[in-house]
């Protein structure tokens, strides 16, 4: 089975209409799938590079600090003990890795949860091409505008729409992902989502 989907151009008018696979864009979005997908999304991000030097890595702290007795104090051997000022951190932070991993089955899910909600809440849009005679950023606000997109926008590129993605980069709030890149997180956190018919997966025209 499949799902239909509008088609326009980029002024906004109508050109019809292409199918698309129901599995990617027909299905009932999974609340916990889509969870997992994303905490582990964002936590791959984390780059991990946090540390914190222990006693041993500390500068100094070769003498003691004061003489073992008479002085009423408890005994120190060093002072770059944990418990002393300036001293060593215990249990601290160390460079980490936060991948987690997921299947890709899992991914997938995810992938097509996150578009199947595009589709039931009307936020994804499909453009029969680019057409831009030169990257101009005045003529993408004018596309933006004419498609009533607002918010945030991610729209879906391929190779061959380097004039229509050098004309959308500097426009706020627009997004530009190759078809490769197209994650659950990115789809979930966008207000809109424009594919071509060109890049949008699973089509049938």
Partial sequence: MSVTLKVTTQTGADAGTVDVDDELFGVEPNIAVLHQ??????????????????RSEVRGGGAKPFRQKGTGRARQGTSRAPQMRGGGVVHGPRPRSYA????????RKALAGALSDRVQSE??????AWSFDAPKTKDAAAVISALELSGRVVIVINDEDDTAARSFR??????????SELNAYDILCSDW????????PGGES
Avoid: C, E, M
């Fill in 100 to 107: 987690q991993k997921v299947n890709k089955k899992v991914i």
């Fill in 170 to 179: 500097n426009i706020p709030g627009v997004q530009l992902l190759q078809g």
């Fill in 37 to 54: 997908v994303v905490t582990a999304q964002l936590a791959s991000r984390r780059r991990g590079t946090h540390s914190t030097k222990t």
């Fill in 193 to 200: 989502l424009v594919f071509t018919t060109a890049t949008l």
């Fill in 123 to 128: 936020r994804l849009l499909v453009v029969d």
